[in-house]
């Protein structure tokens, strides 16, 4: 079995704001990505420890406080580098009054950026090339993550498997049956003795399973249902449904969405169902 194909994808929700902290790694070979470290980095630490990986990138899909604020501390547990977009230093900069403004918090200031990730960038992540695509408009430095190549197992919510999508056909079919339809093309590894006790961690009665459908980590851009918002400093409708129109919804239909918050998508049933995407 290929490397890619052993390639793990978990979640878990952090912070005042739930926002979705996702971890990718490789168990064989033994390291992970963590994107969007919101918050609570004892439970996205434990989780890294859960999947057998050691964490040696850290990348924010963009600089708001729900999405950076446990950086600092996984960055000085790990020595992983921190990868931002520099459009958004600016936000990144402003952390500790974001904190203490919305949270009623005193935080430390985030960790200087180890790279810039640019657009069309391509990122090495437990030995699978990721896309860097440029989402600007929820923030000027807004990122997704793209994988475009077969991703291996993938822990589901509960909640997701009862989503119904649309197929590469137009076709209404659930995203556990999606899931189950790659399984059928590929045979699945022994299910891993996951540890469902971590308090926040998406629950995973869907199991692990190899699957080749794309994915994209969307941060903000994209939500099932819904866009980032963009009234925020530095937000723009503009270049937000920019980003959606002529990026994202380039992707193939069978692009498994990874957002920020919220459940798990397609771009096939944003294409066809999200209200902000539709013509007119």
């Known amino acids: 079995m290929s490397e890619a194909v052993e390639l793990e994808v978990r979640g878990v929700v952090v912070g005042l704001f739930r926002e979705n902290c996702w971890i990718v790694g490789s168990r064989r070979r033994g390291e992970a990505c963590v994107i969007d470290p919101g918050d609570e980095p004892e439970e996205i630490l434990a989780l890294a420890r859960d999947m057998g990986v050691r964490i040696t990138r850290v990348v924010a899909s963009h600089a708001h406080l729900d999405h950076i604020l446990a950086a600092r ?26 904190a203490r403004m919305l949270l009623g918090q005193d935080v ?4 200087k950026p180890d790279a810039f990730p640019t657009d069309g960038q391509d990122l090495e992540i437990a030995g699978v090339t990721v896309r860097v695509i440029h ?5 000027p430095g807004s ?6 190549h077969e991703a291996g197992k993938v822990t589901v919510a509960e909640a997701v498997k009862k989503i119904t999508v649309k197929n590469e056909a137009g076709e209404e079919i659930e995203i556990g049956d999606l899931l189950k339809q790659s399984l059928s093309r590929e045979a699945p590894e022994e299910d891993s003795n996951a540890d469902d006790s971590a308090r926040n961690e998406l629950p995973d009665e869907a199991a692990s399973i190899v699957k080749p459908a794309p994915q ?38 069978d692009t498994v969405v990874f957002p920020g918050h919220g459940p798990v998508t397609t771009i096939g049933h944003e294409r066809h169902l ?5 013509p007119g």
């Open 73 to 98: 501390a996984i960055v000085e547990a790990t020595d992983a580098p921190f990868l931002l977009h520099q459009d958004d230093l600016f936000i990144a900069d402003g952390l500790p009054a974001s």
């Open 108 to 111: 430390p200031p985030a960790p």
């Open 135 to 139: 989402t600007p408009g929820h923030t």
């Open 143 to 148: 990122v997704s993550l793209y994988l475009p």
């Open 216 to 253: 994209l980590f969307s941060g903000d851009t994209l939500f099932a249902g819904s866009i980032g918002r963009t009234d925020l400093w530095g937000g723009s409708m503009h270049q937000i449904m920019q980003s959606l129109r002529t990026k994202l919804m380039h992707l193939p239909d």
């Open 274 to 278: 999200n209200p902000f995407l539709q």
